[in-house]
């Protein structure tokens, strides 16, 4: 937490346990208040049994007199002051006072002031996915862990990040966690307009929402995890990373998050209160249809800039020969090649291969700077289309096609001054289908003295795809018991794909090879990862769905789940309201279905422009 606590509660509930609350002002340097006051500690109420972003809150009463009014609690700026709550020492929230929910009543000599205070998840939907301290575009790919941390960031709350999320695509290993070991196009997350990037909330929901994920806070921490996983097993191991992504020092956590409620009268630790107890049923789902927004990948190359994270390693580059190549230092870009003497032939470094379609044409621009240069030179590099198999065809200085000649190579002009040049060329349509690599070559001199700083080498794909299609369809629905509910559309940008012409193409740890089949842990399957995010939302919501109401005296965490004496089946929380010194939980809760079905059909149909919401056939 940042600055000095200003005013503080603490309290004991009905129970004895401790309840404290902190405010902290950064501006403020004086001795901590003690006040008077309570805490109501809830989430936000959701009715989606995979809801992706289910936010944290705290309703703070303060008792307030003529000479403690709180006004300096007021700020018409969100993230100003930090607060905490504790039960039993344990940090159950971190975040920020809301100032819209401020409120006092200004007609008694003693009253009673109210506000709320908030996880930062709700900014989320009004701030824009760049850096926090810059505020600059993010690039290139990155995983998704990554985005996650760069996303939660954006609330202001440094948290650690925990995740459990139990699908793989095919090939990784199940012990690594996924959302650490697969990779998106940040450019993905930027409007069809071209300027305006993507919220906070639209980028975490497009990472969650495929998984059938859940992010929320606990124990003042964030948690990732699939309420279809709990379930069946209801101790979950997580992997355990700080705020910006990096492995804690204890790696993993196990939580428990089993929990039974039942009657007062039968001894029960946690038990039905209040007399307010209703059950209500939900309908089952009978289809659900999932819209991928391919997004068209102009630029194929995603580190074109020839960035070096650590500064020994180039990603999306292969160095053939270091020697004659300086790369930038950690955090920097653009590499440094020495000239050699005429006729040296030797590749410096190249590109790794990108996928390409049959009469695709491309822009290939490199730009470098010469420096030192005492006598004009050449720079040189090549340009290859491979098939896969046995067929090579390079691009010669004519602008065309040849045929398993590994001789002919471009050239572009190096002058005896310092100016930036930006060579840039136009392929005519590839020959084949397959991969392209740029090659860059050693430049040559008749003196060899001198370098040249490459800056950026793109490689832009400017062949459209077909103006009417946008994407694809993946439609599921259930065949043999349907219900008649079928759900809206849901809209996805990231997906899998054999080539990497769409920004949309989710990568391999390589961050070269795209996904295309995956699996649950323990379930033999090879699928698309939108076809496992349709068939796991038709799951959950295989039955009519009971739905439990009403009080519970004693305290447990939102990330459980329930079993309730007299009831059949197992619950999730979607209502949460925990009334501190009571010691009551006003909830709600939603049974839960995880049985594999047999008779779901799954259609991959193209998008063309209208996005028709299914029916069933069943």
Not at 284 to 296: Q, V
Not at 439 to 464: D, L, Q
Not at 541 to 556: C, E, H, I, K, N
């Amino acid at each position: 937490m940042e600055g000095e606590i200003r005013y503080y509660i603490k309290y004991f509930d009905v129970t004895g346990i401790e309840h404290i609350f902190n405010i902290y002002d950064i501006t403020y340097e004086g001795i901590k208040q003690q006040i008077d006051g309570k805490v109501l500690l809830s989430y936000s109420e959701t009715d989606d049994p995979l809801e992706a972003i289910r936010g944290q809150g705290l309703s703070v009463e303060l008792e307030a007199d003529e000479t403690l009014s709180f006004n300096d609690l007021w700020s018409e700026e969100e993230k100003t002051f930090q607060c905490e709550y504790k039960r039993d020492n344990v940090i159950l929230f971190q975040g920020w006072l809301n100032p819209e929910g401020f409120f006092e009543n200004w007609v008694n000599t003693n009253w009673v002031v109210t506000f709320d205070c908030v996880d930062g998840l709700g900014y989320l939907q009004d701030l824009a996915f760049v850096e926090d301290a810059t505020g600059l575009p993010i690039t290139g790919r990155k995983t998704y862990l990554e985005l996650l941390s760069l996303a939660l960031i954006r609330t202001g709350l440094n948290l650690n990040i925990n995740t459990n999320v139990d699908i793989y695509y095919t090939g990784l290993s199940n012990s690594l966690d996924i959302l650490d070991n697969v990779y998106a196009n940040t450019e993905r997350y930027i409007k069809d307009d071209g300027e305006t990037i993507m919220s906070c909330e639209e980028v975490i929901r497009d990472i969650l929402e495929p998984f059938g994920a859940v992010l929320t806070s606990l124990d003042g921490e964030w948690y990732i995890y699939k309420p279809n996983q709990l379930y069946t097993n209801s101790e979950a191991t997580f992997f355990n990373y700080t705020y910006l992504g990096v492995p804690s020092i204890t790696p993993t956590k196990v939580i428990e998050t089993s929990i039974f409620i039942g009657s007062d009268w039968k001894g029960a630790t946690l038990h039905h209160c209040s007399g307010n107890q209703q059950i209500r049923n939900k309908a089952s789902l009978g289809a659900y249809r999932i819209n991928y927004k391919y997004g068209l990948a102009n630029d194929l190359l995603f580190n074109k800039f020839l960035y070096s994270e650590d500064g020994v390693t180039l990603p999306g580059w292969v160095i053939s020969t270091p020697s004659y190549i300086t790369l930038p230092d950690a955090g920097e870009s653009g590499v440094t090649v020495d000239l050699d003497v005429n006729g040296t032939d030797i590749v410096v470094a190249y590109t790794e291969t990108l996928d390409i379609l049959q009469q695709n044409e491309l822009s290939i621009t490199n730009t470098y700077t010469p420096n030192n240069i005492d006598a004009i030179g050449a720079y040189v590099y090549q340009v290859r289309v491979f098939d896969g198999v046995s067929t090579f065809y390079y691009l010669d200085a004519s602008l065309g096609w040849v045929l398993n000649d590994p001789t002919r190579k471009m050239f572009g002009y190096i002058p005896i001054d310092n100016n930036q040049i930006a060579l840039t060329v136009q392929t005519p349509p590839l020959p084949i289908s397959g991969t392209i690599r740029v090659g860059v070559y050693v430049p040559v001199s008749a003196t060899g003295n001198g370098e040249v700083f490459i800056s950026e080498v793109s490689v832009v794909n400017k062949t459209e795809t077909p103006t009417d299609l946008k994407g694809e369809f993946h439609t599921v629905q259930r065949e043999d018991k349907p219900s008649s509910k079928a759900d809206d559309v849901k809209e996805v940008a990231t997906g899998d794909s054999i080539l990497n012409i769409y920004e949309g193409t989710l990568y391999k740890t390589d961050q070269s090879t795209p996904t295309e089949t995956w699996n649950r842990k323990g379930i033999t399957e090879s699928k698309a990862i939108l076809q496992i995010m349709g068939e796991e939302t038709l799951r959950m919501s295989q039955l009519p769905s009971r739905v439990f109401s009403g009080d519970v005296y004693g305290y447990f965490n939102y990330l459980s789940t329930v079993t309730i004496d007299g009831v059949d089946g197992v619950f999730e929380p979607i209502k949460y309201s925990y009334d501190t010194k009571a010691n009551v939980i006003s909830a709600e809760f939603r049974q839960m279905y995880a049985n594999e079905l047999t008779d779901i059909k799954y259609d991959k149909t193209f998008d063309y422009g209208n996005t028709v919401k299914p029916t069933i056939i069943g």
